[in-house]
């Protein structure tokens, strides 16, 4: 071929061969006329140097670093800088954010462009007349696949103004890089990251499976509904139409199908006959579930520890059936128990004995490749509950990014069910007049009065519909439990007519979150949160004098303790915040894991690990849950608005027998003469062999995991769940991102 061939520069020392495009005349002599005159010599021509020809291993360590500079710095970027805004990370319209970013990205990329500095590094092809700035603007809005079109040619592109000796097929350029990526790729799938999309509602609502995106049509609450065993049935499951659903935040009954009428032939006759069948409604379409992307290698690298990978969210294949046919079968749940421990399950919430406390079992001699199954997990074995009467298991603590993404919505005081005016969950205690509620706004605005004491705003969990179930009303407060709109799909399974409502198992949940923004008028008097959970009460008090935050418990607030004063409790820790000057703070407190956390807009004053306190020792709920959430003021003109609760996620022990996982019957949540039962629980215990995982749903209730099927071989792991990537804003609202 023509481009292999090198052409040698001539000798600057010897004169240029005459060329045939000119004539040539002779030297006149001496004397002449034409001998007073200088004639300018032109200077031979600059000999041409052949561009550098690379290696084979630096042109792709270059094109590999060039993919990844343009993927980072182009759109990379620009989606970044979006997600932040949309997010609330930056305080920016996402539009506004993606242009600044799509600006700061193109000119980048001409700046890195200037003289065609980034085209030679990477060796792209260019035409003989390049443009800096369209080479630029071609890098910049095409991305990574604009550079099949500029293909790499081992050896450095032309620079301005000067051509290439010789050229090479764009075809064949572009099928060589075609290939390249491919390889590229496949190992990267292969070794480094691989994507998955999430079929079923397992994790949930950290992730989510197929499901329908709904608007309740009394509060507008926007809520998803699971929605997998109508579009991809699990194996042994028959294929089912969802009907119907429950706000999770006001529980107005939606539906989402309707009967309809059609005519089929009767095969036998001719006939056509008519049929009633359930025909879902076109609003409510199912979408598809989260896809994600795998990290495979993280779980490899030299410095990582099991303790650093607890509480992640991985991939795995099924230990019972890690291939179907030719289709892998992967799980996607969270990591919980490692290797050695023996996890318990209580109240729902999840302890561990660590691996060098000395519980193990002789299972030496089972077949390694069995251990994973459940009979192998000891399950409530005698040593573990002996264990646990001595108090020796510890509390598992979920770090803030994880208490975050598993927390669950109780009530959004910014939806307000319209038919339910007379039933306010938010009410000022004993009929007091210091809060002013705006319907309007959805605010309460409590004004600087002089006061004798705090004015407090108390939270009643009051459902006020009539129960599916029982067809008895709600008047009345009750306990917060697990409930979920995601989980409440009525289904009808065909030729069924009428659909199974969706009756759940619902549990007494303590551990609470109280979100909202607070907007100061005057830097003076105090503000105060507070949770309840059993017969404990747990206050955050804001100075707003001097920023200075204390956080109180009280330990024994029975139902015959007097009202309690403004400054009762044990003090646990104080710290100074933001509160010291008019504005407006976004404010978070949660009673999570036996522990404290305070968010004063982005900040946590106390630290990540939050303060930790002793739980009481009388179990279960009181009458004091009846008022789980308040908001207190005196002395201080604030306004509260964005107010939210939330709940933590319950782990079920998936059996209730024997004093487990015992939970209220539905008319029996707001009578605590009936909660007896409660208040005894008894701890499952799972015990983890070595070189294995135990793997639970954040979705507990409708999680098949470990509890059921056994644990995880360490050699089936796959890789941790990094990010969502898809379904982009609007259909998933606020879902990319990364994973906790």
């Avoid at 462009?113 to 085209?119: H, K, P, S, T, Y």
């Avoid at 290698?297 to 294949?317: G, Q």
């Avoid at 005894?680 to 015990?687: A, F, S």
Wanted: with cysteine; charged share 25%.
């Amino acid at each position: 071929m023509a481009d292999d061939n090198i052409q040698q520069p001539p000798d600057p020392l010897l004169p240029p061969p005459a060329r045939a495009d000119h004539a040539t005349t002779a030297t006149p002599p001496v004397g002449s006329a034409a001998n007073d005159r200088v004639t300018a010599v032109p200077p031979p021509p600059r000999a041409e140097t052949a561009p550098a020809v690379r290696s084979e291993p630096e042109q792709f360590l270059r094109w590999s670093a060039g993919v990844i500079l343009v993927l980072v710095a182009g759109w990379g970027f620009i989606a970044l800088v979006a997600w932040a805004a949309y997010t609330d990370r930056i305080p920016l319209p996402v539009e506004v954010a993606a242009i600044l970013a799509a600006a700061l990205s193109l000119g980048f990329f001409v700046l890195v462009e200037r003289n065609l500095w980034f085209g030679r590094f990477m060796g792209l092809h260019t035409d003989g007349n390049p443009s800096p700035f369209r080479e630029a603007f071609f890098l910049w809005l095409l991305g990574a696949p604009g550079l099949l079109w500029r293909t790499t040619e081992g050896k450095d592109a032309a620079p301005v103004n000067q051509k290439t000796q010789s050229e090479v097929s764009n075809t064949r350029e572009v099928i060589e890089t075609v290939v390249f990526v491919v390889v590229l790729v496949l190992l990267l799938k292969s070794f480094v990251a691989e994507a998955f999309v999430i079929p079923t509602g397992s994790m949930a609502t950290t992730l989510y499976g197929y499901q329908k995106d709904v608007e309740c049509p009394k509060c507008h609450y926007k809520f998803p509904v699971n929605c997998s065993q109508e579009v991809d049935p699990q194996e042994g499951s028959q294929r089912g139409i969802v009907t119907g659903c429950t706000c999770p935040n006001c529980r107005w009954p939606i539906p989402l199908a309707d009967e309809v009428t059609i005519e089929e032939r009767d095969p036998r006759t001719g006939a056509r006959v008519p049929q009633m069948v359930w025909k879902p409604r076109e609003k409510y379409k199912a979408a598809t579930g989260d896809r994600v992307l795998v990290g495979k290698f993280l779980y490899d690298l030299p410095w990582n520890s099991p303790e650093k990978n607890r509480l992640n969210v991985v991939v795995f294949k099924y230990p019972e059936a890690p291939q179907r046919g030719y289709t892998p079968l992967n799980y996607i749940k969270r990591l919980i128990g490692l290797p050695g421990e023996t996890i318990a399950i209580y109240y729902g919430k999840l302890y561990v004995l660590s691996a060098d406390q000395g519980l193990s079992y002789g299972d030496s001699k089972a077949p390694e490749l069995q251990r994973w199954r459940p009979e192998f997990m000891h399950v409530d074995d005698e040593a573990a509950q002996a264990r646990w009467e001595k108090d020796e298991f510890k509390i598992l603590r979920k770090p803030p990014e994880v208490v975050l993404a598993m927390r669950r919505i109780v009530y959004d005081n910014d939806h307000p069910a319209e038919d339910l005016k007379e039933f306010p969950r938010w009410l000022e205690q004993d009929g007091g007049k210091a809060w002013a509620a705006d319907d309007a706004t959805h605010t309460f605005k409590h004004s600087a009065a002089d006061e004798t004491g705090l004015a407090w705003l108390r939270y009643r969990h009051l459902i006020a519909r009539k129960d599916p179930v029982t067809d008895k009303d709600h008047r009345s407060p009750e306990l917060i439990t697990d409930f979920m709109g995601y989980n409440s799909a009525d289904i009808v399974q065909p030729p069924h007519r009428e659909p199974q409502l969706a009756q759940q198992v619902q549990h007494w949940v303590g551990d609470l979150m109280i979100d909202c923004e607070v907007k100061i008028d005057k830097a003076e008097g105090q503000f105060v949160l507070e949770l309840s959970r059993g017969i404990q009460r747990f206050r955050a008090v804001f100075d707003l004098a001097t920023g200075d935050c204390t956080l109180r418990q009280v330990t024994k607030h029975t139902d015959e303790a007097p009202p309690l004063a403004d400054d009762a409790g044990e003090v646990l820790a104080t710290k100074p915040t933001a509160l010291k000057k008019p504005g407006t703070y976004k404010l978070r407190l949660a009673n999570v894991d036996d522990r404290l956390l305070l968010w004063v807009d982005r900040s946590m004053p106390f630290g990540d690990e939050g303060v930790p306190y002793p739980p009481a020792e009388e179990k279960g709920p009181y009458r004091n849950d009846l008022e789980p959430a308040s908001i207190g003021a005196r002395g201080a003109g604030v306004t509260v608005g964005k107010l939210q609760l939330w709940r933590d996620t319950y782990y079920t022990q998936m059996h209730s027998a024997d004093g487990r996982d015992v939970y209220p019957s539905v008319d029996s949540l707001s009578d605590p003469t009936k909660w007896a039962s409660l208040k005894n629980l008894k701890p499952m215990t799972l015990y983890v062999q070595p070189g294995h995982y135990l793997c639970l749903g954040d979705n507990s209730p409708h999680s098949s995991d470990g509890r059921a099927w056994g644990l995880v071989p360490d050699r089936l792991m796959l890789g941790r769940a990094l990010v969502v990537y898809y379904p982009f804003p609007p259909l998933g609202e606020k879902r990319i991102g990364p994973i906790h």
